[in-house]
């Protein structure tokens, strides 16, 4: 069975079942980019829940997850806990180093990774990553280097669309099916 047509490309289906850690930009991939203040300063943002699911399911099947953003955020570090995601980096466009450090932490190599971002501080790792990845709402110059680009928006299931293109081209994909049917989640 196969989700998404797409996911038939050799080029993609080879380096999926490699990942063993998925990076993901937060501003424009988890969220739709936009920043929302209110009248006192206070920053807002808004996350899918699809996504959530998604990210919590990859995380089960045994695949780290890891936030890289630019920007500093006390509700990223709040949706990261809610998430169980270890692995949060705020406030550096750095994210190269960052992912290379992540990576020689958790003893994994680059091809074993896949990142996703949206615009030029996340040019390097997409181009670098194992499977490097965006979304439909980066500009063109950021969705040519990628070898996926989702379907879906960022923060309208365009983690969902990746996490679930994971589980299926690992083979998850079945049992995770399995496991919701017969009421066993």
């Known amino acids: 069975m196969v989700l998404d047509p797409r996911l038939n490309h050799p080029a993609l289906v080879e380096r999926a079942r490699h990942v063993r850690l998925l990076a993901l930009d937060v501003d424009g991939v988890m969220t739709d980019g936009q920043l929302y203040f209110q009248a006192d300063g206070q920053e807002t943002k808004a996350f899918s829940t699809q996504d959530g699911q998604g990210i919590k399911l990859l995380r089960q099947a045994g695949v780290e997850v890891a936030l890289i953003t630019g920007r500093d955020s006390p509700m990223v570090t ?102 919701y049917l017969h009421g066993q989640a």
Request: aromatic letters at 4%.
């Open 78 to 179: 709040r949706r990261a806990a809610a998430l169980g995601i270890e692995h949060v980096f705020q406030g550096s466009d750095a994210k190269l180093d960052l992912l290379r450090r992540l990576i020689q932490r958790l003893g994994l190599e680059m091809h074993q990774v896949a990142y996703c971002g949206d615009d030029l501080p996340d040019l390097a790792p997409i181009k670098r990553a194992g499977l490097g990845i965006s979304v439909p709402n980066a500009p063109r110059y950021i969705r040519e280097h990628a070898v996926w680009v989702t379907e879906r928006a960022g923060g309208h299931g365009a983690v969902r669309e990746i996490c679930d293109g994971l589980l299926e081209l690992q083979g998850h994909w079945a049992s995770v099916l399995d496991t």
